[in-house]
């Protein structure tokens, strides 16, 4: 008799949770679709989030003027060294030698988007912006170069 009521116990256990993914199912069912149509829709009712991380760009104002002044602290904190910041000393009109930045790589490719980059950056020189279609299909491509044909650095106000 042991046996018998182990196996009934057994079975109404077996239907209770039956029953119990029955009714999940179900009203997942009956639930309205919420799907949406990616390509056609995706400037018109997609929202991304302000702080969403997707690309690093560096500042540039209408003058084609920045604030990068070539310290290294974004590649030094780069944790997968994403950044390569090529500076060259140069002198100025009073004989005081100043780097200078040449070239600002970044590689979209191995970026883990953290932001320790933008955190380091003492002139608030580069931001992250939310423009999430960043695929390619060459890996080459990848490889941005962040300071605009011939820019230079703000002067100082």
Do not use: W
Not at 8 to 21: D, R
Not at 34 to 48: A, F, G, K
């Amino acid at each position: 008799m042991n046996s018998f009521s182990k196996y009934i116990k057994g079975y109404a256990s077996g239907i209770k949770s039956l029953l119990i993914g029955m009714r999940t199912s179900m009203k997942v069912f009956l639930q309205p679709n919420v799907t949406e149509q990616y390509p056609e829709n995706r400037h018109t009712t997609l929202h991304i989030p302000e702080r969403h991380r997707a690309k690093l760009v560096m500042i540039h104002d209408e003058e084609n003027h920045h604030h990068c002044i070539a310290c290294g602290l974004c590649q030094m904190a780069c944790p997968n060294g994403t950044i390569k910041v090529i500076s060259e000393t140069r002198e100025d009109e009073e004989g005081k030698k100043k780097k200078v930045l040449v070239k600002y790589e970044y590689n979209l490719g191995s970026c883990m988007f953290c932001e320790l980059c933008v955190n380091a950056c003492p002139h608030g020189a580069i931001k992250f912006t939310n423009d999430f279609e960043n695929a390619v299909f060459e890996k080459e491509k990848l490889l941005l170069t962040l300071n605009n044909e011939g820019s230079s650095l703000a002067p100082k106000k």
